[in-house]
């Protein structure tokens, strides 16, 4: 097995505007092996969303290359692109998009049958990942019913669900206190031990740089640092 997560050569995204041409990202090569989590550092505006949103076929480059687990995703039309998504990538957003009038088991039980995860392991894969994020007893509890971080590790379990094999994730702690902030890393960093699968989480808190394998700094919109 491939194990390059992520190759990204000289990405580039230019957005028109009336005041011209914007560059949110210019010439961004890197790349992400498999089993690694790695965090996207950058104050706001520095191209972070956009990357993700590219790396994940949300998006599409204006030049470069990306290549997702050997697949060149601009070979993908958009249906074969939809199903891509859905089989390889678990996206982990700030705000978080639970369906409110599902409980936690059913936002997971709706990702799984997207994912294709077949009938007879769901039930044993949803209770798996919600007991991952300590959230097991609230499987029945709809998003009302919880916090704001109760909130976004059933997010995270839902992105986890389909058994993904890179994980996209976008400030998914920029609005939570420090100490649910270190629960959601850290069960995050868990699933990449134990599921051998990578993570690129992007974030200007400092926090998440204990528990990357590397950090990569964006500055407007080009690679700053990487190590």
């Not at 050997?70 to 957003?93: M, N, P, Y």
Request: hydrophobic share 40%; aromatic share 6%; net charge negative.
């Amino acid at each position: 097995m491939n194990d390059t997560a992520i190759a990204a050569q000289e990405v580039g995204r230019v957005y028109a505007s009336d005041s011209g041409a914007v560059h949110a990202l210019q010439d961004v090569s890197f790349v992400v092996e498999r089993g690694q989590f790695v965090v996207l550092r950058g104050r706001s505006g520095s191209g972070k969303t956009t990357l993700l949103n590219c790396l994940g076929g949300l998006d599409d480059p204006t030049s470069g290359k990306i290549w997702i687990q050997d697949q060149d995703i601009s070979q993908l039309d958009e249906s074969a692109r939809t199903r891509w998504r859905r089989s390889s990538i678990g996206f982990v957003f700030q705000q978080m998009g639970l369906l409110p009038s599902f409980s936690a088991y059913e936002n997971l039980d709706v990702m799984a049958r997207l994912g294709g995860v077949p009938r007879g392991e769901r039930r044993e894969r949803i209770l798996a990942c919600l007991d991952l994020v300590g959230l097991l007893d609230y499987y029945d509890h709809r998003p009302y019913e919880m916090s704001g971080g109760q909130q976004q590790r059933i997010a995270i379990a839902r992105a986890l669900v389909a058994q993904p094999q890179l994980i996209l994730a976008d400030e998914p702690t920029s609005e939570l206190d420090s100490e649910t902030t270190h629960d959601i890393l850290t069960a995050l960093q868990d699933f990449v031990r134990q599921q051998d699968v990578s993570i690129l989480l992007s974030s200007h808190d400092p926090i998440a740089d204990d528990y990357a394998d590397r950090v990569i700094s964006l500055r407007d919109g080009r690679i700053h640092s990487s190590a």
